[in-house]
């Protein structure tokens, strides 16, 4: 079994900044992919950024230049670092791994951007 757990979602103003983290735990083994995905109100779940197996980064053309995505191998962690957000950005931040081609989902973590 696979547990992700989310935090840093909240409340920033236009042109701020967040940085979400996920740290899996439990059976961690042959990762596919491990990213973010977003949900805003009545739109479908969109891929925000990812890294793949191969060793690339895939980002949303809408967050490119604004957003970064890394890790922390050693702590299995991944970060969303977001600059420049925009009212568009808000939603519900989904933390995904696919070990084994099986798809893990975090609890997910609010992000709204608002002044």
């Known amino acids: 079994q696979v547990q992700l757990v989310e935090s840093g979602g909240g409340l920033v103003r236009p042109g701020g900044s967040l940085r979400l983290s996920c740290a899996a735990s439990g059976s961690i083994s042959s990762i596919n992919a491990m990213g973010w995905y977003r949900q805003a109100p009545g739109k479908q779940r969109e891929l925000v950024a990812r890294f793949t197996s191969g060793g690339s980064t895939n980002y949303a053309d809408s967050v490119k230049g604004r957003f970064t995505i890394s890790r922390d191998d050693a702590k299995n962690t991944v970060y969303l670092q977001m600059n420049s957000l925009k009212p568009e950005d808000t939603a519900v931040y989904y933390c995904?791994?696919?070990?084994?081609?099986?798809?893990?989902w975090g609890q997910g973590t609010q992000v709204t951007v608002s002044s």
């Open positions: 995904n791994w696919v070990m084994r081609w099986t798809y893990y």
